[in-house]
C-alpha cells in the first residue's frame, strides 16, 4: 500500500512538522519583542526649542519651527514681550498718520492666534533679561524672564531685532496705543518737521508725512552727501532724492544733529551750529541698533564691535553651541531688513532641527543680493534690485510692491491670519 506521507524518512518528517508548528509561533514573538516600545523611547524627556522675539522674523521663525519639529519629541516656545508681532514695514505710516489705521490686530498688529501650524508651538509673553547656558551638562540652557522665572531651552534662536528710537521705539502693549496716539497728534500738529537721518526709514517717514499733509513743511537731515548709504549705486540714490524733492521734501546733506529736541521744543541745532528756528517737530529715524543686550552675558562673548551676534556660516552662534541667530542682530555684511531675515530662516530653521537631532548643521548663509523699495506715500517710490547690472523701478513698482499697504496683507497670510 502507498505511504500516504511523502517519501521522507521519519524523522525528516518529524522536523518538518515541528518547524511548520513553530515558525510562527517564533515569527510572532519575534515581531513583538521588535516593535515593543524601549524604556529610553517612553521615558525619553521632549527637547525645548525656544524662539526669543516674536517679531518681523521672529514669529516666522516659531512658525517654520512648527511645521518642522514632531511634537512628540520637542516642545516649541516663543517668547515675546507683546501677545504680537508690529508689522515694522508699516510702522512710519501707523506712527505718523491715520491713514489705514494700521495700528489695529487687523492690520499692522499681528496676532499669534494661527501662528504655529497644527498648533504646534505656545507663547510665552514676558520680558526676557538674559540668557544662560548649561554650563555643567554643557548643552543647553535657560532665558531668564522677569521676575527671576526661567525657561529651559535645548535649542535657541535669538530674533530679537532692532532696537529704535522716536516713533518706532514701540512700548509695552499696555503702553502701545497711547505712543502711536501720541506720534499723530505730534505730527497734524506741527508745521515745520525735521526728520533727522537719510535712510530708508527717513525718507519713508518724509514721504508718508508729505503725502498725508502736503500743506507741512518736511525736510530730510542727513550726515552724507547723498541720500542712503554707499551700497546702493549713485544712480539710485540720485533717483530717490530727486522723487523726493519733487514732492516738495526738503533735504540738507553733510550736517549731523547730536541732540534731539524734545517734543514741544521748538528749533533746531546742527553740530555745526546751523540753526533751523522754525523747527516744531524733530523725528529721530537713524542709528538703529541690534537688540542684544539679552545675551551680552554669555561667555565667550559673542557680541561684536556693531553689537551684532557674531555666527558662523550655519547661523549658529560663534562659541555657543545650540543658539543660532536670525534677522537683525546677525553680525553680517548685508543691510538690516526684512528680507533678509526671511532668507536666514532658509538656513537657520533646518540647522536647528539637525542639531535637535543630534545630525549635522548642512545649511550655509552666504549673503543676500541687496534690494530695496522705498515708498513715498501710497503714491510713488523709487525701487533697486541687485540683480545683473543692478535693475531700478519707479513708481508703479514702488507702489504696487509696497507702498499700497506695505506688506500688510502678506505679513498677515504668512502667520495664517486673515486678511482684512
Same mark, same amino acid.
Do not use: C
Given at each position: 500500500?502507498?505511504?500516504?506521507?511523502?517519501?521522507?524518512?521519519?524523522? !525528516?518528517?518529524?522536523?518538518?512538522?515541528?518547524?511548520?508548528?513553530?515558525?510562527?509561533?517564533?515569527?510572532?514573538?519575534?515581531?513583538?519583542?521588535?516593535?515593543?516600545?524601549?524604556?529610553?523611547?517612553?521615558?525619553?524627556?521632549?527637547?525645548?526649542?525656544?524662539?526669543?522675539?516674536?517679531?518681523?522674523?521672529?514669529?516666522?521663525?516659531?512658525?517654520?519651527?512648527?511645521?518642522?519639529?514632531?511634537?512628540?519629541?520637542?516642545?516649541?516656545?516663543?517668547? &515675546?514681550?507683546?501677545?504680537?508681532?508690529?508689522?515694522?514695514?508699516?510702522?512710519?505710516?501707523? !506712527?505718523?498718520?491715520?491713514?489705514?489705521?494700521?495700528?489695529?490686530?487687523?492690520?499692522?498688529?499681528?496676532?499669534?492666534?494661527?501662528?504655529?501650524?497644527?498648533?504646534?508651538?505656545?507663547?510665552?509673553?514676558?520680558?526676557?533679561?538674559?540668557?544662560?547656558?548649561?554650563?555643567?551638562?554643557?548643552?543647553?540652557?535657560?532665558?531668564?524672564?522677569?521676575?527671576?522665572?526661567?525657561?529651559?531651552?535645548?535649542?535657541?534662536?535669538?530674533?530679537?531685532?532692532?532696537?529704535?528710537?522716536?516713533?518706532?521705539?514701540?512700548?509695552?502693549?499696555?503702553?502701545?496705543?497711547?505712543?502711536?496716539?501720541?506720534?499723530?497728534?505730534?505730527?497734524?500738529?506741527?508745521?515745520?518737521?525735521?526728520?533727522?537721518?537719510?535712510?530708508?526709514?527717513?525718507?519713508?517717514?518724509?514721504?508718508?508725512?508729505?503725502?498725508?499733509?502736503?500743506?507741512?513743511?518736511?525736510?530730510?537731515?542727513?550726515?552724507?552727501?547723498?541720500?542712503? !548709504?554707499?551700497?546702493?549705486?549713485?544712480?539710485?540714490? &540720485?533717483?530717490?532724492?530727486?522723487?523726493?524733492?519733487?514732492?516738495?521734501?526738503?533735504?540738507?546733506? &553733510?550736517?549731523?544733529?547730536?541732540?534731539?529736541?524734545?517734543?514741544?521744543?521748538?528749533?533746531?541745532?546742527?553740530?555745526?551750529?546751523?540753526?533751523?528756528?522754525?523747527?516744531?517737530?524733530?523725528?529721530?529715524?537713524?542709528?538703529?541698533?541690534?537688540?542684544?543686550?539679552?545675551?551680552?552675558?554669555?561667555?565667550?562673548?559673542?557680541?561684536?564691535?556693531?553689537?551684532?551676534?557674531?555666527?558662523?556660516? !550655519?547661523?549658529?552662534?560663534?562659541?555657543?553651541?545650540?543658539?543660532?541667530?536670525?534677522?537683525?542682530?546677525?553680525?553680517?555684511?548685508?543691510?538690516?531688513?526684512?528680507?533678509?531675515?526671511?532668507?536666514?530662516?532658509?538656513?537657520?530653521?533646518? &540647522?536647528?532641527?539637525?542639531?535637535?537631532?543630534?545630525?549635522?548643521?548642512?545649511?550655509?548663509?552666504?549673503?543676500?543680493?541687496?534690494?530695496?523699495?522705498?515708498?513715498?506715500?501710497?503714491?510713488?517710490?523709487?525701487?533697486?534690485?541687485?540683480?545683473?547690472?543692478?535693475?531700478?523701478?519707479?513708481?508703479?513698482?514702488?507702489?504696487?510692491?509696497?507702498?499700497?499697504?506695505?506688506?500688510?496683507?502678506?505679513?498677515?497670510?504668512?502667520?495664517?491670519?486673515?486678511?482684512?
Amino acid at each position: 500500500m502507498a505511504s500516504q506521507y511523502l517519501p521522507f524518512s521519519p524523522d !525528516t518528517r518529524l522536523i518538518l512538522v515541528t518547524t511548520a508548528v513553530a515558525t510562527p509561533v517564533l515569527f510572532y514573538a519575534i515581531q513583538k519583542l521588535t516593535s515593543r516600545p524601549t524604556t529610553a523611547n517612553i521615558d525619553m524627556p521632549k527637547q525645548t526649542v525656544v524662539v526669543l522675539g516674536g517679531g518681523w522674523t521672529g514669529s516666522l521663525a516659531a512658525r517654520r519651527l512648527s511645521a518642522e519639529l514632531d511634537p512628540r519629541k520637542y516642545e516649541l516656545i516663543l517668547i &515675546n514681550d507683546r501677545p504680537y508681532a508690529i508689522n515694522l514695514i508699516a510702522g512710519a505710516r501707523m !506712527t505718523s498718520t491715520t491713514v489705514d489705521n494700521l495700528d489695529t490686530k487687523d492690520k499692522g498688529l499681528l496676532a499669534y492666534d494661527k501662528l504655529f501650524q497644527n498648533g504646534n508651538g505656545s507663547v510665552k509673553v514676558a520680558r526676557a533679561v538674559a540668557v544662560e547656558e548649561d554650563k555643567e551638562s554643557g548643552k543647553g540652557g535657560w532665558v531668564v524672564l522677569e521676575g527671576d522665572e526661567k525657561v529651559r531651552w535645548d535649542a535657541l534662536v535669538v530674533a530679537t531685532g532692532s532696537a529704535w528710537q522716536g516713533p518706532l521705539a514701540f512700548p509695552d502693549e499696555e503702553k502701545l496705543p497711547a505712543h502711536v496716539q501720541q506720534w499723530r497728534e505730534r505730527v497734524k500738529g506741527a508745521s515745520d518737521i525735521y526728520v533727522v537721518g537719510g535712510g530708508a526709514v527717513g525718507i519713508e517717514f518724509a514721504g508718508e508725512i508729505n503725502e498725508a499733509y502736503p500743506d507741512k513743511k518736511v525736510t530730510i537731515i542727513h550726515s552724507g552727501s547723498k541720500l542712503l !548709504t554707499s551700497v546702493y549705486p549713485d544712480k539710485y540714490r &540720485n533717483d530717490i532724492e530727486k522723487k523726493a524733492r519733487a514732492r516738495g521734501i526738503n533735504i540738507v546733506f &553733510n550736517e549731523y544733529v547730536d541732540e534731539i529736541p524734545q517734543p514741544g521744543v521748538q528749533g533746531l541745532t546742527t553740530r555745526k551750529g546751523t540753526r533751523f528756528d522754525t523747527a516744531d517737530l524733530v523725528i529721530p529715524a537713524f542709528g538703529s541698533r541690534p537688540n542684544t543686550a539679552v545675551v551680552a552675558s554669555l561667555t565667550p562673548s559673542p557680541i561684536s564691535s556693531n553689537g551684532s551676534l557674531k555666527v558662523n556660516p !550655519t547661523l549658529e552662534v560663534q562659541g555657543h553651541p545650540g543658539i543660532f541667530a536670525v534677522g537683525d542682530v546677525v553680525d553680517w555684511d548685508e543691510q538690516k531688513q526684512a528680507a533678509k531675515g526671511a532668507n536666514h530662516l532658509g538656513i537657520a530653521v533646518p &540647522n536647528v532641527v539637525s542639531y535637535v537631532e543630534g545630525k549635522p548643521l548642512k545649511k550655509v548663509y552666504k549673503g543676500s543680493p541687496e534690494l530695496i523699495l522705498i515708498p513715498l506715500g501710497k503714491t510713488g517710490g523709487s525701487a533697486y534690485l541687485g540683480f545683473l547690472w543692478g535693475i531700478m523701478l519707479g513708481d508703479w513698482a514702488s507702489r504696487t510692491l509696497k507702498g499700497k499697504d506695505l506688506f500688510v496683507s502678506q505679513s498677515r497670510k504668512d502667520r495664517g491670519l486673515e486678511v482684512v
